[in-house]
T-cell receptor
Framework: DTGVSQNPRHKITKRGQNVTFRCDPISEHNRLYWYRQTLGQGPEFLTYFQNEAQLEKSRLLSDRFSAERPKGSFSTLEIQRTEQGDSAMYLC??????????FGPGTRLTVT | GENVEQHPSTLSVQEGDSAVIKCTYSDSASNYFPWYKQELGKRPQLIIDIRSNVGEKKDQRIAVTLNKTAKHFSLHITETQPEDSAVYFCAAEDSGTYKYIFGTGTRLKVLA
């Protein structure tokens, strides 16, 4: 499968714990985006990278959230001291030079 | 920044009828407008997109129209089938950051 992959697919954690998600984009795509989607809503932008540079962070991304994309390949999204409000589907998308985006399958986070 | 509104939030049609979903956007500089279909528990899938240099694009039973002057674009599905039932999201690409801003989604139900 040469599409966008994300791991893990599901994560259940207790409030206060840290979690880390990984996204592997389509290899030739230089832009990588993180979105968060809650039930019944459209994806909300969190942050994006062009190659290894993080170019924008949404106001939704509190200081408990951090994202990296070392070497411009895969990306990680870490949430520290998780809260119940962090429960959501975290989607990664990679965008090619013409702007066409492909989403990964998402990581569903449940904070208990 | 870009803002996207989508209507209706739910739409029920009889199998074989047409369905139309409408979106408006605020950033006149936006140039790319994708539509995504999301089935329950799955990732958003790109079904069609349009760029600002064209007014209409078709792909079999799906078409998208764009009116740049009015800043609105629409998804048209003809000869609907039960498998078209899903949530559909429109999006507009923010002209400054290339991130997608999504509408709130339309839940389409095709009744057999």
């Amino acid at each position: 499968d040469t599409g966008v992959s994300q791991n893990p697919r599901h994560k259940i954690t207790k409030r206060g714990q840290n979690v880390t998600f990984r996204c592997d984009p389509i290899s030739e795509h230089n832009r990588l985006y993180w979105y968060r989607q809650t039930l019944g809503q459209g994806p909300e932008f969190l942050t994006y990278f062009q190659n290894e540079a993080q170019l924008e962070k949404s106001r939704l991304l509190s200081d408990r959230f951090s994202a990296e994309r070392p070497k411009g390949s895969f990306s990680t999204l870490e949430i520290q001291r998780t809260e119940q409000g962090d429960s959501a589907m975290y989607l990664c998308a990679s965008i090619n030079l013409s702007g066409t985006g492909n989403f990964g399958p998402g990581t569903r986070l449940t904070v208990t | 920044g870009e803002n996207v509104e989508q209507h209706p939030s739910t739409l029920s049609v009889q199998e074989g009828d047409s369905a139309v979903i409408k979106c408006t956007y605020s950033d006149s500089a936006s140039n790319y407008f994708p539509w995504y279909k999301q089935e329950l528990g799955k990732r958003p899938q790109l079904i069609i997109d349009i760029r600002s240099n064209v007014g209409e694009k078709k792909d079999q039973r799906i078409a998208v129209t764009l009116n740049k002057t009015a800043k609105h674009f629409s998804l048209h599905i003809t000869e609907t089938q039960p498998e078209d039932s899903a949530v559909y999201f429109c999006a507009a690409e923010d002209s400054g950051t290339y991130k997608y801003i999504f509408g709130t989604g339309t839940r389409l139900k095709v009744l057999a």
